[in-house]
């Protein structure tokens, strides 16, 4: 569980026992409620996290709501967005390994994450890493109309493991993911995702990948 969990669910547990001294039982079922919700809400489950250095994982839990192609002047790029509800786990996970390069927070607005325009206004955090592969991923964690708060345990010159834990956004939020598009997708919108163990897309021409394209050219000698 996040830390964060054990604070909220405490506090509430300690405002439902005065209430119960005070009023009574019966007026303590709602902090007592919250406090299940909290702890509930702020669960952080292990996840096994698939090893091939080609892929990249889930930045976070949630529904895939977009699959988009960029053009943009340094090349062709794919956006997915994965909207995350007060129901899934709100750690956010890198979805590669290498350096982070860069981290840049910008204040904004809590429009509903469904709604597209919450990518350019709301409050988000964006990380880029230079993957050991040689390419470049970001993710975005974006603010909700609920959320508001979100939480980057990483700094810049930092090495990242792919499905490694690097933050949180508290209650509804979404997360973007950009990577090169030449990768092969492989989500839809409306898939469900979980945080470092769903595969979005597979870059092609990492070694792994180049052995078995020679395993594959000798057998068909």
């Known amino acids: 569980m996040v830390r964060d969990g054990y604070f909220y669910g405490l506090a509430l547990i300690a405002v439902?026992?005065?209430?119960?001294?005070?009023?009574?039982?019966?007026?303590?079922?709602?902090?007592?409620l919250l406090a299940a919700f909290?702890?509930?809400?702020?669960?952080?489950?292990?996840?096994?996290?698939?090893?091939?250095?080609?892929?990249?994982v889930s930045p976070a839990d949630g529904k895939v709501t977009e699959v988009a192609r960029l053009n943009t002047p340094a090349g062709s790029l794919v956006?997915?967005?994965?909207?995350?509800?007060?129901?899934?786990?709100?750690?956010?996970r890198s979805p590669v390994s290498g350096v982070l390069r860069e981290v840049r927070y910008r204040k904004?607005?809590?429009?509903?994450?469904l709604n597209p325009e919450c990518a350019a206004r709301n409050e988000q955090n964006l990380a880029?890493?230079?993957?050991?592969?040689?390419?470049?991923?970001?993710?975005?964690?974006?603010?909700?109309?609920?959320?508001?708060?979100?939480v980057f345990t990483k700094r810049v010159g930092d090495r990242l493991r792919r499905g490694e834990r690097v933050g949180l956004i508290k209650f509804g939020s979404r997360t973007d993911?950009?990577?090169?598009g030449h990768a092969e997708v492989l989500v839809n919108p409306g898939d469900?995702?979980?945080?470092?163990?769903?595969?979005?897309?597979?870059?092609?021409g990492s070694e792994p990948d180049l052995?078995?394209?020679?395993?594959a050219a000798e057998i068909d000698a």
Do not use: K, M
């Open 128 to 150: 880029l890493v230079d993957c050991d592969e040689g390419y470049q991923v970001s993710f975005t964690q974006i603010a909700g109309l609920l959320a508001r708060r979100i």
């Open 108 to 113: 904004g607005e809590y429009l509903n994450a």
């Open 38 to 56: 909290f702890l509930w809400f702020f669960r952080d489950p292990e996840r096994a996290i698939p090893q091939p250095p080609s892929l990249i």
């Open 16 to 32: 439902a026992a005065l209430v119960w001294f005070l009023a009574g039982w019966g007026w303590a079922v709602v902090p007592l």
């Open 79 to 92: 956006r997915v967005s994965i909207f995350l509800s007060v129901f899934d786990v709100h750690v956010n």
């Open 192 to 204: 469900r995702v979980r945080g470092g163990a769903s595969i979005i897309a597979r870059i092609p």
């Open 211 to 215: 052995q078995l394209a020679a395993v």
């Open 177 to 180: 993911l950009i990577f090169p």
